[in-house]
């Protein structure tokens, strides 16, 4: 059941485990970055929240709106480690929110996609396994499923990486897990801030009435990571079941009537995507409110057997076919949500 004042599926048992602890959030100053840091200073009891980002003015505008004495902004580059190291002193908890993600620049800007996504990866493992880190849990994204772009070969790299990393901790504390999710709505970049700027303009630009994606609004994002830092013993990647939705869907839903001009599918693109390969369905559970992909390798010691039911054989969780399919009505609904 949900509280009263908490968005669901958040309920205060997701919040357990940050009580008094001290939390870093890469790419603090984001989309998810910021309300999954207002979301805990709400409702979680931290005991110091630090922001790492590289953004001065937004860690000023964050400051200024948000004067919790549990905050403390740290202005930063994953590419650079010795900041990291630094900043990550006495944290309890690292949640890797940091990317460059929007698929055009990372294909016109290719080594930086790779200095920040990769190299950045790196450096928050080995700074995080020097502080003696307790848990850090990364943000990836159904890009990473057999990419079709720099974008999501360098968020596969990061995920291999950060599941990696349980072996080079070795005897040190420090577990690494990652979720991965789809499109965030509403989020800074995506394809609804694009609708509605386009929608009081008179006319939509539609890649392909074909293409389908996966939606999670931002408190399921939120609940999504809070879980998996509950759940994680180091090696998993944690998906959400999430509905779909084609573009003309999202679009009627936006701007019924409105003229709209197919423009055909940009560089980088697929016309689905797909969350978990049939590859990685082999070692996946579904634990009801969600599914893990367990490690390929034993890192460490986990008492019992998985929990979970195994999918099914050649089982794919692809944006095509999954379910459910959201109606023009129901995009409609979850766009009220995050208006």
Not at 81 to 104: C, E, F, S, W
Request: charged letters at 25%.
């Amino acid at each position: 059941m949900t509280t009263p004042g908490l968005p669901a599926p958040l309920a205060p048992e997701h919040f357990s485990s940050l009580a008094g602890r001290t939390i870093l959030v890469t790419g603090g100053t984001g989309s998810f970055g910021r309300a999954f840091i207002e979301m805990i200073l709400r409702h979680a009891q931290p005991r110091k929240v630090i922001v790492f980002s590289r953004d001065e003015q937004k860690h000023w505008n964050f400051e200024r709106t948000s004067p919790d004495p549990r905050l403390r902004f740290f202005v930063g580059d994953i590419r650079d480690r010795d900041r990291l190291r630094t900043a990550l002193r006495g944290v309890d908890i690292v949640v890797h929110a940091a990317a460059m993600k929007h698929v055009p620049i990372c294909e016109y800007n290719p080594i930086e996609a790779v200095q920040t996504n990769v190299n950045g990866g790196k450096n928050i493992i080995e700074a995080a396994i020097d502080a003696g880190v307790e848990r850090v849990i990364a943000l990836s994204t159904d890009k990473a499923v057999a990419p079709a772009n720099l974008y999501g070969a360098t968020k596969l790299c990061m995920e291999k990486l950060l599941i990696a990393a349980n072996a080079y901790a070795g005897d040190r504390a420090t577990r690494f897990s990652v979720v991965r999710y789809g499109n965030v709505m509403g989020s800074a970049g995506s394809v609804i801030p694009l609708f509605n700027a386009q929608r009081s303009r008179g006319r939509l630009t539609i890649t392909d009435e074909r293409m389908t994606r996966f939606w999670i609004e931002m408190p399921e994002a939120i609940a999504l990571v809070l879980r998996g830092l509950q759940l994680m013993t180091g090696g998993e990647i944690f998906i959400p079941k999430l509905p779909t939705s084609d573009i003309g869907t999202l679009a009627e839903a936006m701007a019924p009537g409105i003229p709209r001009e197919t423009v055909g599918i940009r560089p980088g693109e697929k016309l689905h995507e797909t969350l978990i390969s049939s590859e990685e369905a082999r070692r996946t559970s579904d634990l009801g409110d969600l599914l893990v992909i367990w490690p390929e390798f034993q890192f460490h010691a986990v008492p019992g057997n998985r929990p979970g039911t195994p999918l099914p054989e050649g089982y794919v969780y692809c944006s095509d076919r999954a379910e459910p399919r959201l109606t023009i009505e129901q995009t409609r609904d979850k766009l009220a949500r995050v208006a």
